[in-house]
């Protein structure tokens, strides 16, 4: 292998696979929705070549970490055989589209196991969190310029036409709803550092973010994201003072939280009392919704679902493994349950959707409980875990996770938060050990 090639950084390395993921363009005003088999298809080929032919062979730090990796291969080895199987026996009407759905597996394999081939110490979670940091900044940069219509024709690119023409800021996703759920991590990532490192700048950014997810008016995202700010951020928070909190301490960072919180609240008051007309789409459903109204987005969802329960009852079988992609029937699944439910059966919603999800979560919260990290790690996974606890709420909505740019970092997030435990557990373990040997020592030294 070039030298060269082997004194690029794991900053680097992350950069170049965060940025070609968030910023190549699907050429969705161009090709349609063609345009995304060329992101994760070069996706799939840059990290094929980078774990294959210059990392090799994936070193694991320990058994309990190569059997968790084992679970999510088995998840997405089911995956495969998933898409395959019920194409083949249980579709009604295959077209050419429902075959690009193979990659999918293998993409998110590719993705999962990046963490495992870039991070190896603390100091590389240090350089991670610096490309979430560059990836947020590319997006403000991007929404900024969406919002000033100077270059209209960039968006074209990434969106659809009719997307470039309103006020929902896309960024470099193609529906707003994607832009918003990416947007949201960043959020709760930048409160977290505003109450733990306490600058003004993070405090700036929190404002910016929380401006740009408004901005969206993804009415299903903006919903969720109120939710987690009331419930999962300060769940969250908690997990790494818990200690505090059961002798009934109320930490600092609990009590920061709630400011920050009403900040964003007159925020919104005020977006609300002065740009009502700019984000009618937004406040018009969220007022609906609050007269018990019905919304056509939601109709339309139920609609969906119905249809998915009556294919599911039609046979035991698809009820298990779905009807393979069969786009020709139901092409555009809004929904994640919908999703996995109909293409996959409720074994795939199950195994698919479900367990991935959970585990994530439970690292997330195992990494928080550690106390061998570091405050300075936690704004980090703080964000990371608020993020995936609020998912299935904002995945009623849409299927997230499995479009492009977010199916790519939701999976490496995951393979992050395995990788991470294990690298701090490591960590505890070493710590340990020089305490028992300096202990020894001078015991020693004092028996001389």
């Given at each position: 292998m070039d030298l060269k090639l082997k004194k690029i950084g794991t900053y680097e390395i992350l950069l170049l696979f965060f940025f070609f993921a968030f910023f190549f363009p699907s050429f969705r005003g161009v090709v349609g929705r063609a345009g995304s088999i060329l992101v994760n298809g070069g996706l799939?080929?840059?990290?094929?070549?980078?774990?294959?032919?210059?990392?090799?062979?994936?070193?694991?730090?320990?058994?309990?970490?190569?059997?968790?990796?084992?679970?999510?291969?088995?998840?997405?080895?089911?995956?495969?055989?998933?898409i395959v199987g019920s194409t083949l026996f249980l579709s009604t009407q295959v077209v050419f589209n429902d075959l690009f759905?193979?990659?999918?597996?293998?993409?998110?394999?590719?993705?999962?196991?990046?963490p495992f081939a870039t991070i190896q110490s603390p100091h590389d979670i240090q350089k991670l969190e610096r490309v979430l940091f560059a990836v947020c900044g590319a997006l403000i940069v991007l929404s900024l310029v969406q919002l000033s219509g100077i270059a209209s024709p960039l968006f074209h690119l990434y969106t659809r036409p009719a997307n470039v023409d309103s006020l929902q800021v896309t960024g470099s996703f193609i529906a707003p709803y994607d832009m918003a759920f990416v947007m949201s991590l960043f959020l709760f990532h930048s409160i977290s550092l505003t109450l733990f490192r306490r600058r003004f700048g993070y405090f700036f950014l929190t404002l910016l973010v929380g401006l740009i997810v408004v901005l969206t008016q993804s009415r299903?995202?903006?919903?969720?994201?109120?939710?987690?700010?009331?419930?999962?951020?300060?769940?969250?928070?908690?997990?790494?003072?818990?200690?505090?909190?059961?002798?009934?301490?109320v930490d600092k960072s609990l009590v920061r939280l709630a400011l920050i919180s009403f900040l964003l609240l007159c925020l919104g008051t005020y977006l609300y009392l002065t740009y009502s007309e700019q984000?009618?789409?937004?406040?018009?459903?969220?007022?609906?919704?609050?007269?018990?109204?019905?919304?056509?987005p939601l109709e339309g969802r139920i609609a969906q679902w119905n249809f998915a329960m009556e294919q599911a009852r039609s046979s035991w079988l698809v009820a298990l493994f779905g009807?393979?992609?069969?786009?020709?029937?139901?092409?555009?699944?809004?929904?994640?349950?919908?999703?996995?439910?109909?293409?996959?059966?409720?074994?795939?919603?199950?195994?698919?959707?479900?367990?991935?999800?959970?585990?994530?979560?439970?690292?997330?919260?195992?990494?928080?409980?550690?106390?061998?990290?570091s405050a300075s790690y936690w704004p980090m996974y703080i964000g990371i875990l608020a993020w995936l606890l609020i998912m299935p709420i904002a995945a009623i909505g849409n299927n997230l996770v499995e479009q492009i740019r977010i199916s790519f970092l939701y999976h490496f997030l995951l393979g992050c938060l395995v990788r991470s435990y294990y690298i701090w557990s490591a960590e505890k373990s070493t710590a340990a050990s020089s305490h028992r040997l300096t202990s020894c020592d001078s015991a020693q030294n004092g028996s001389i």
């Amino acid at each position: 292998m070039d030298l060269k090639l082997k004194k690029i950084g794991t900053y680097e390395i992350l950069l170049l696979f965060f940025f070609f993921a968030f910023f190549f363009p699907s050429f969705r005003g161009v090709v349609g929705r063609a345009g995304s088999i060329l992101v994760n298809g070069g996706l799939i080929m840059l990290l094929g070549m980078y774990l294959v032919l210059y990392k090799g062979k994936i070193k694991f730090l320990s058994k309990p970490e190569k059997r968790v990796a084992l679970l999510f291969f088995v998840v997405f080895g089911y995956y495969a055989l998933a898409i395959v199987g019920s194409t083949l026996f249980l579709s009604t009407q295959v077209v050419f589209n429902d075959l690009f759905e193979v990659h999918r597996p293998l993409l998110y394999t590719l993705s999962f196991l990046l963490p495992f081939a870039t991070i190896q110490s603390p100091h590389d979670i240090q350089k991670l969190e610096r490309v979430l940091f560059a990836v947020c900044g590319a997006l403000i940069v991007l929404s900024l310029v969406q919002l000033s219509g100077i270059a209209s024709p960039l968006f074209h690119l990434y969106t659809r036409p009719a997307n470039v023409d309103s006020l929902q800021v896309t960024g470099s996703f193609i529906a707003p709803y994607d832009m918003a759920f990416v947007m949201s991590l960043f959020l709760f990532h930048s409160i977290s550092l505003t109450l733990f490192r306490r600058r003004f700048g993070y405090f700036f950014l929190t404002l910016l973010v929380g401006l740009i997810v408004v901005l969206t008016q993804s009415r299903s995202v903006v919903g969720a994201v109120l939710v987690g700010l009331g419930l999962m951020l300060p769940i969250a928070i908690a997990l790494p003072t818990l200690h505090r909190l059961v002798r009934l301490k109320v930490d600092k960072s609990l009590v920061r939280l709630a400011l920050i919180s009403f900040l964003l609240l007159c925020l919104g008051t005020y977006l609300y009392l002065t740009y009502s007309e700019q984000l009618n789409y937004l406040i018009h459903g969220f007022k609906r919704v609050l007269a018990g109204q019905s919304l056509g987005p939601l109709e339309g969802r139920i609609a969906q679902w119905n249809f998915a329960m009556e294919q599911a009852r039609s046979s035991w079988l698809v009820a298990l493994f779905g009807n393979g992609p069969s786009k020709e029937i139901m092409s555009l699944v809004e929904s994640i349950y919908t999703y996995h439910v109909f293409r996959y059966g409720f074994l795939g919603l199950g195994i698919v959707f479900v367990v991935p999800a959970i585990v994530g979560i439970v690292f997330a919260g195992k990494v928080l409980l550690n106390r061998s990290v570091s405050a300075s790690y936690w704004p980090m996974y703080i964000g990371i875990l608020a993020w995936l606890l609020i998912m299935p709420i904002a995945a009623i909505g849409n299927n997230l996770v499995e479009q492009i740019r977010i199916s790519f970092l939701y999976h490496f997030l995951l393979g992050c938060l395995v990788r991470s435990y294990y690298i701090w557990s490591a960590e505890k373990s070493t710590a340990a050990s020089s305490h028992r040997l300096t202990s020894c020592d001078s015991a020693q030294n004092g028996s001389i």
